[in-house]
């Protein structure tokens, strides 16, 4: 399935290595390679939540663009009114899969709408990416998370390897 699911998003635009420099941006003065911040971005996308999460919302999305929502949600999405907020909850199942420190980098990239989430969010040519860009910076922020509790310094038998593994 995590073929399928990369596969979806380059079609919809999105490669891992655009949200491995969001990510890398993230860690900021922790200076992470960009290739560990590929890793980390492979890894969420490997889990079955984020999987889920991301196939319902770019099917969402590509059902918006063809006007195969009923309405009034069809129009909602398609305008990504701002106060529809279920875009950024699903996203957020895909944040919290490494724990709370996700919350913060959430919060920063929908305000500040880092590389190709913006270009997601300007919407062009017609597609429709309502769901998508929150999906990506919720990717991004569990694998910086990610990236953060594995350089806690957490050893092998460390009580938060489950968190940093995975
Ligand atoms: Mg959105």
New binding site residues.
């Given amino acids: 399935m995590k073929d399928v699911v990369l596969r979806l998003l380059e079609e919809r635009g999105v490669k891992v290595t655009d949200i491995a420099q969001i990510v890398a941006e993230l860690c900021g003065p922790d200076d992470v390679p960009l290739e560990e911040c590929v890793r980390s971005v492979e890894t969420v996308i490997g889990k079955r939540e984020a999987q889920h999460a991301i196939l319902t919302g770019i099917a969402l999305d590509v059902l918006a663009e063809r006007n195969g929502l009923p309405e009034p949600l069809n129009a909602i999405v398609r305008r990504?009114e701002p106060l529809y907020g279920v875009?950024?909850i699903l996203a957020l199942g895909i944040t919290n899969l490494y724990g709370s420190v996700g919350l913060t980098s959430f919060g920063y990239l929908d305000k500040r709408k880092l590389g190709i989430i913006g270009k997601l969010?300007s919407h062009r040519s017609g597609q429709v990416h309502?769901?998508l860009?929150?999906l990506v910076a919720g990717i991004a922020a569990a694998a910086a998370a990610r990236v953060a509790h594995q350089r806690a310094g957490v050893g092998p038998s460390g009580p938060d390897r489950q968190a940093a593994s995975g």
């Fill in positions: 990504d875009d950024e969010n309502t769901f860009d929150d």
